[in-house]
């Protein structure tokens, strides 16, 4: 995991992920409404959501295995509950289907939290919980930048 601003110098991270951002930022994607936008097809796509957060214990945690994914705060605030421990085997087909796994929760969370235009970067096998909420349960305006990676 890699947590930063999009508003900050983004020269330290790994090119790819870097041009990623910058083309969410130079297509004005944040500014559209709710849905997918495709940058280059499925191996690079954005994901605009509104949401509510919810309490962290009504949350699942997930992790994916071919999707690096950017989540952008855009307005609100979010706290992510994540694990430094690997995320183990698949007790579902959906990791295989749908690229996405959820499960209760992650070993030892720690918690994150995201103002906006802070992003988190997970990478394939990494355990978080998204959409939980920092004080009380609130709305959220988020990117999540897709990027395929295996």
Known sequence: MIVGNILAPLHWLPVTVRQAIERFKVNKIRERPGGRYAIDGDRLFVLISDDMTEPR??????????????????????????????????????????????????QQEKILILEPDDFAIFWPGEVYKPLCAVDEPAR??????KMWVK
């Open 140 to 145: 959220l305006r988020k990117a999540i930048i």
């Open 57 to 106: 214990e009504a949350r699942l945690a997930e992790y994916h295995m071919h999707y690096l994914e950017i989540h952008i705060v855009l307005d609100g605030r979010e706290g992510i509950a994540f694990s430094c421990h690997p995320a183990g085997h698949a007790g579902n087909n959906w990791l295989v289907e749908n690229d996405v796994v959820f499960i209760a929760e992650g």
